[in-house]
Nanobody, 129 residues
Framework: QVRLVESGGGAVQPGGSLRLACAAS????????MTWYRQPPGKDREMVAS???????VYGDSVRGRFTLSRDNAKNTIYLQMNSLKTEDTAVYYC???????????????????????WGEGTPVTVSP
């Protein structure tokens, strides 16, 4: 089993910065891609950024150039550095990990690997004047 715990959320003024962390524990050797999602109030969840085990990153259009995602495999932790924050970045931020687990209920193929998604509880970020 893999468990994810997010931290670092809070309130900040527009133009400010925050760094979110997502720490994984348990069977971390099965973790594949890790992804940050966010869900603004009253809106659907959207992908913010993802990172593969080799450090290849993909960013959503709305955060590219402002957010940076990094991965510390030794600490089983990913970090989302958020700069130049805007009011529209206000959301609950969720960490997700695709965990290789071919025989788990609900497993599906992702880039040739069969596994499941594991989610953290989320951490709120509020950007307001």
């Amino acid at each position: 089993q893999v468990r994810l715990v997010e931290s670092g959320g809070g309130a900040v003024q527009p133009g400010g910065s925050l760094r979110l962390a997502c720490a994984a524990s348990g069977s971390t050797f099965n973790i594949n891609t890790m992804t940050w999602y966010r869900q603004p109030p009253g809106k659907d969840r959207e992908m913010v950024a993802s990172i593969t085990p080799l450090g290849v990153t993909v960013y959503g259009d709305s955060v590219r150039g402002r957010f940076t995602l990094s991965r510390d495999n030794a600490k089983n932790t990913i970090y989302l550095q958020m700069n130049s924050l805007k009011t529209e970045d206000t959301a609950v931020y969720y960490c997700s990990a695709f965990v290789e687990s071919p025989y788990s209920a609900g497993a599906y193929y992702n880039n040739g690997v069969r596994g499941v998604d594991v989610w953290g509880e989320g951490t709120p970020v509020t950007v307001s004047p």
